[in-house]
């Protein structure tokens, strides 16, 4: 569905809860571990393309993770250190991310959903938009 305030993005929640941010899309997966600073936010994997960049307060938008299963604690740091994403979009599954943004919900009550987008609307969200998650689904509107 579209229309000139934004669009809603079909996908399937695999950790419920609501979120909104600006979404940063990462043109690579990238792997939590020795790729993003727990304590800053920043992507420090010096081959990323988006090196540099922080990840805090946005919504990731990313078509994997990739590597080591130290990525969720990695992941769990940072959201529980406030330096982490407040949402993930991802392009396909992956079971170490959804660990990583779950212990902090279990251990802190902070909850960071995520979601597996279709392969439409993954190749519809821009770094920039606003994306809004919550019980209505996972709503964009451009920059």
């Known amino acids: 569905m579209s229309d000139r305030t934004g669009w809603t ?8 809860g609501s979120a909104a941010g600006t979404a940063l899309v990462l043109e690579q997966p990238l792997s939590f571990w020795g ?7 920043l992507i420090c994997d ?4 988006q090196r ?10 990313m078509p994997a993770g990739r590597g080591s299963s130290s990525s969720s604690s990695v992941l769990a740091e940072a959201i529980r250190n406030g330096s982490g994403p407040v949402a ?10 959804v660990l990583g943004a779950l212990i902090p919900r279990l251990l802190d009550q902070r909850t960071t959903p995520v979601v597996v987008l279709s392969p439409g609307a993954y190749s519809r969200v821009k770094t920039g938009d ?3 998650i919550d019980g209505q689904g996972v709503r964009v509107s451009p920059r």
């Open 9 to 16: 993005a079909e996908g399937r929640i695999v950790l419920e």
């Open 35 to 41: 790729g993003l600073d727990a304590v800053t936010g």
């Open 46 to 49: 010096e081959r990323h393309p």
């Open 52 to 61: 540099d960049e922080s990840v805090a307060g946005r919504v990731v938008v």
């Open 88 to 97: 993930l979009l991802l392009g396909e599954p992956d079971g170490i991310i």
């Open 130 to 132: 606003h994306v809004v």
